[in-house]
């Protein structure tokens, strides 16, 4: 989710089959998440 909540990654079928996907929380809360092929 962006600012008010607009889901930026909607509509992207199959992302997680030719992506690997890890998301990593910071100690301020914030969510890393990475693709890679």
Excluded: C, K, M, N
């Excluded at 008010?4 to 969510?31: F, Q, Y």
Aim: charge should be negative.
């Amino acid at each position: 989710l962006l600012g008010r909540g607009t889901r930026l990654w909607d509509g992207l079928p199959s992302l997680d089959l030719t992506h690997t996907v890890t998301t990593e929380v910071a100690e301020s809360g914030t969510i890393h998440v990475t693709f890679a092929r």
